[in-house]
Structures are given as C-alpha cells and as structure tokens.
C-alpha cells in the first residue's frame, strides 16, 4: 500500500528512542552515583581534616614539652624567691637560668638612656589560663606560660619589675604535673609519684601530662588518663640531684 511504513522500520525507529521511565531510571542512577561520591568526598575531606588538627596537636605539645625540658633541665635547686616557687599538680612555677637578651649586652654611653637590669634567672610558670563565655561560664582557653624576667620591684610593690604571659596552647585543656619521691617516699605514693612537691631543693624529675579534652566535673585524674588521649613525658631535673 502506498506510503505504509514497513514493520522492520518501525521496530527500529522504536528502538532509538528511551520511554519515560528509562530516562527517570538513568536520571536517579546519576543521581545516586553523585550523591555516592559527593559523600565519599566529605569522608576524605573530614579524615584529612581530623589528621591535620592531630597533626598540628602533636607539633604543639612537642614543642611545649620540649621547652619545658629545656628550663626544667637548667632549674635552680635552692631558687632565690622561695615564696614564688610552686610545685602543684595543676600549676607548676620554678627559676631556671637562661642567657640574656641583647639588652644586657648594650653599652650605656651608646644607648642614650639607661639600660633595663636584666637577670639570667627567669621565674616560669605553667598552668592552664581560664576564661569567661558569652553566657557568663567558666571555660579553659590553654595552656599559659608566664615569665618574670627581672627580679621583683622593692618587697612594699607586689607588682613585678617586666613580667610576660603568653598563651602556649590553646588546644592543651589538661594538665597535670607530678614529682618524683623516690621509691622509699614513706607510705605518701605507691609508685614513687607526688602531685605536690613541698621540699625548698626542687624534684629530681617531673611528669608531665597533657591532654585536648577539659577535665569533666567530678571526674578524677586517674579516670581522666583511662578515658581520653594524653601525652606524657618525664623530664630530669638535675638540680633535683644536689
């Protein structure tokens, strides 16, 4: 019959072209496969991320154990200012010797003014530095390091002549400091630790603990290093030792 299409023809024009429901199953496909690697991207993103704040944790708490190895290492054993030096679980302030500054170096007749005194003992201090929120809380911002670095005004002034606080940490949120007694400490400790040191002459070493999570209320030390990531390092006190 004249202009009839032949049914071979037909079958392959059908063929070429997608019904509804194949275009709506391609479209939720794609979907699905980006949705798929929309999350496997955020995974990576979040694992990448909670490394690198790991990572940047593990540099900072090196670097704050490590300076406090170095003053504790050059402590005084017997310090000047007896009444200043603290040996705390929480807080831990001692003398330690330290070469002066370009300032103690300067020629008075150059300077045309008259040089600052400077001392080579230093009273450092560590302890956690604590802060207020918006809705009028208490909350822990860091770990502060506090220096005096000139021996202190007439004893009548409790200001102190150039002193220096400097937040070290602010991802540090726990600290705990021990002494070591001995293993002879009389009944104080079972394994030879203190977490105050009340002798004049400083400890023959010091523990030190740090940790990113606050100290829950209620919760104690011992409970605290079971539950959450801590970092601990002993460091030598050889004016401990005299």
């Not at 496909?29 to 929309?38: E, K, Q, T």
């Not at 956690?128 to 909350?139: K, S």
Request: proline residues 6%; hydrophobic residues 45%.
């Amino acid at each position: 019959m004249a202009g009839s299409v032949p049914v071979e023809a037909m079958k392959t024009t059908n063929r070429k072209a997608f019904t509804l429901l194949e275009v709506i199953l391609a479209i939720s496909l794609v979907l699905g496969v980006m949705a798929a690697a929309f999350r496997f991207f955020q995974y990576v993103a979040a694992t990448r991320e909670a490394i690198g704040e790991h990572m940047r944790l593990q540099r900072t708490v090196r670097g704050v154990m490590d300076r406090l190895t170095v003053e504790l290492n050059a402590a005084i054993g017997r310090p000047m200012m007896e009444d200043r030096v603290l040996w705390l679980s929480d807080t831990l302030a001692f003398q330690t010797t330290v070469v002066p500054g370009a300032a103690a170096w300067a020629d008075p007749g150059l300077a045309g003014a008259p040089v600052p005194p400077v001392h080579d003992v230093v009273l450092v201090s560590y302890a956690l530095r604590t802060g207020e929120d918006d809705a009028g809380g208490q909350v822990i911002e860091g770990l502060e390091r506090t220096a005096l670095t000139a021996p202190p005004l007439a004893p009548a002034d409790e200001t102190p002549a150039f002193q220096s606080s400097v937040l070290l940490a602010d991802c540090v949120r726990f600290v705990r400091f021990r002494y070591w007694a001995g293993r002879d400490a009389g009944g104080i400790t079972d394994d030879g630790w203190v977490t105050e040191w009340t002798q004049t002459a400083a400890p023959a070493a010091v523990e030190i603990t740090l940790g990113r999570e606050a100290l829950p209320e209620g919760m104690d030390a011992e409970e605290y290093l079971d539950r959450y990531e801590t970092f601990r390092r002993v460091v030598d006190v050889p004016a401990g030792r005299e």
